[in-house]
């Protein structure tokens, strides 16, 4: 085999090469001689995948080396690249960018760090422009002094993206402010082909407001979101409209109150109406594929279990707030029945309660946890 690739052209034997999604497999095939071990190990794989330890007399040489940059298929940053957008080692990183044309996956929320705004948006203009292959993106931001608008400009413009995953941290000046959402918004509407969105926002609650009910993604699969401010009716009709979503995260989100009319007559201790919750609007039906949830506010399991995902094996986070009273405990065990036909793992802290749910649901594995599990990973090849 390993003559047979030999004796093709060079731009041939590139393009089957380029094809190679594995680390292992380009291995395996560098080990069948010793012409493959010399042109594949020191120019393939040692630049499949960038990590952020690379230093500046690294980022020059791949700037003047457009052949091993093309072999890049997951690129890693951090910080250090874009403290100084003016500087002479950012100015290589973006040139040896532009030469990565087989790039896949574009991580800057390595280690779930973030990177300043500033610079991010020549970053992002690069990778739009120079890397057709692109499907993971990743962006972690951290807005300093200044809440720049322009950084995520070109954020609308790119396209066939599977994986999105979006954090962003405040300074302390700005901890008060919302960072510009719009073009991530839009960004999400331009993208159909994502199987994975992942957005957590810091700090502040996030209002993503009512468009949001009309984001579908065809083949969505994994969702996950932090600190976000919704309507009930509006975040459920997203559920609702992305059918074959499989693993939901919802954490430290709150819920708007629905607009109320105005009040005919006056009353003098006026009847407060019952804080919302984010997944009420949930029907039968709602979420035909779901089959790992976290939902780490309220009582909102509850709703997902009277949607009845037919393929649900786990849910969390349960609480023995939730089986406080009598009339609260009967509603806990019957939203729990109504989907105990295919769930195998419960997660949540019910502390004494937790024997009286297993004997309930003896099939049923009961696990301690405060903070929501690992979902499984979603992406597009690497």
């Given at each position: 085999m390993a003559s047979c690739l030999l004796s093709l052209p060079n731009e041939l034997t590139g393009e089957i090469i380029d094809a190679i999604p594995s680390l292992s497999d380009i291995l395996s095939l560098a080990l069948t001689c010793r012409a493959l071990k010399n042109l594949l190990i020191p120019s393939v794989l040692n630049y499949r995948h960038i990590s952020p330890t690379k230093t500046a007399v690294f980022w020059l040489d791949l700037a003047r080396s457009p052949d091993l940059a093309r072999n890049v298929r997951l690129l890693e940053v951090d910080s250090t690249l874009l403290e100084e957008p003016r500087g002479e080692l950012f100015a290589a990183f973006c040139r040896a960018l532009r030469g990565m044309s087989g790039?896949?996956?574009?991580?800057c929320a390595y280690g779930n760090g973030t990177v300043p705004s500033m610079g991010l948006g020549e970053v992002l203009e690069a990778?739009?422009?120079?890397?057709?292959?692109?499907?993971?993106l990743s962006l972690g931001v951290y807005f300093e002094n200044e809440m720049r608008d322009d950084w995520?400009?070109?954020?609308?413009?790119?396209?066939?993206?599977?994986?999105?995953?979006?954090?962003?941290?405040?300074?302390a000046p700005l901890i008060y402010a919302y960072p510009p959402f719009g073009n991530v918004l839009c960004f999400l509407f331009d993208n159909p082909s994502l199987v994975s969105i992942e957005l957590h926002f810091g700090y502040n609650p996030r209002p993503l407001g009512e468009s949001f009910a009309n984001l579908r993604c065809p083949n969505?699969?994994?969702?996950?979101?932090?600190?976000?401010?919704v309507l009930s009716s509006a975040f459920c009709s997203f559920l609702r409209l992305n059918k074959s979503l499989e693993?939901?995260?919802?954490?430290?989100?709150?819920?708007l109150h629905p607009p109320q009319p105005p009040q005919q007559t006056f009353q003098l201790h006026p009847r407060m109406p019952q804080r919302p919750r984010m997944l009420d609007s949930l029907q039968e039906g709602d979420l035909p594929n779901l089959r790992n949830c976290w939902v780490g506010d309220d009582d909102n399991w509850i709703y997902v279990c009277k949607a009845k995902p037919p393929l649900l094996r786990?849910?969390?986070?349960?609480?023995?707030?939730?089986?406080?009273?009598?009339?609260?405990?009967?509603?806990a065990f019957e939203a729990i029945t109504a989907?105990?036909?295919?769930?195998?793992?419960?997660y949540g802290s019910l502390d004494h309660l937790k024997e009286d749910v297993i004997a309930a649901f003896p099939s049923l594995e009961v696990v301690s946890m405060q903070c929501y599990p690992s979902l499984p990973q979603v992406s597009g090849p690497v």
């Amino acid at each position: 085999m390993a003559s047979c690739l030999l004796s093709l052209p060079n731009e041939l034997t590139g393009e089957i090469i380029d094809a190679i999604p594995s680390l292992s497999d380009i291995l395996s095939l560098a080990l069948t001689c010793r012409a493959l071990k010399n042109l594949l190990i020191p120019s393939v794989l040692n630049y499949r995948h960038i990590s952020p330890t690379k230093t500046a007399v690294f980022w020059l040489d791949l700037a003047r080396s457009p052949d091993l940059a093309r072999n890049v298929r997951l690129l890693e940053v951090d910080s250090t690249l874009l403290e100084e957008p003016r500087g002479e080692l950012f100015a290589a990183f973006c040139r040896a960018l532009r030469g990565m044309s087989g790039l896949r996956k574009f991580d800057c929320a390595y280690g779930n760090g973030t990177v300043p705004s500033m610079g991010l948006g020549e970053v992002l203009e690069a990778l739009r422009t120079s890397c057709p292959h692109l499907n993971d993106l990743s962006l972690g931001v951290y807005f300093e002094n200044e809440m720049r608008d322009d950084w995520d400009v070109e954020l609308p413009k790119f396209r066939n993206i599977e994986t999105f995953y979006y954090s962003d941290r405040l300074s302390a000046p700005l901890i008060y402010a919302y960072p510009p959402f719009g073009n991530v918004l839009c960004f999400l509407f331009d993208n159909p082909s994502l199987v994975s969105i992942e957005l957590h926002f810091g700090y502040n609650p996030r209002p993503l407001g009512e468009s949001f009910a009309n984001l579908r993604c065809p083949n969505l699969k994994k969702f996950a979101i932090t600190h976000a401010v919704v309507l009930s009716s509006a975040f459920c009709s997203f559920l609702r409209l992305n059918k074959s979503l499989e693993n939901l995260r919802i954490d430290w989100c709150e819920c708007l109150h629905p607009p109320q009319p105005p009040q005919q007559t006056f009353q003098l201790h006026p009847r407060m109406p019952q804080r919302p919750r984010m997944l009420d609007s949930l029907q039968e039906g709602d979420l035909p594929n779901l089959r790992n949830c976290w939902v780490g506010d309220d009582d909102n399991w509850i709703y997902v279990c009277k949607a009845k995902p037919p393929l649900l094996r786990s849910l969390g986070r349960i609480r023995s707030y939730d089986f406080r009273r009598p009339s609260h405990s009967k509603r806990a065990f019957e939203a729990i029945t109504a989907v105990s036909g295919s769930l195998k793992l419960l997660y949540g802290s019910l502390d004494h309660l937790k024997e009286d749910v297993i004997a309930a649901f003896p099939s049923l594995e009961v696990v301690s946890m405060q903070c929501y599990p690992s979902l499984p990973q979603v992406s597009g090849p690497v």
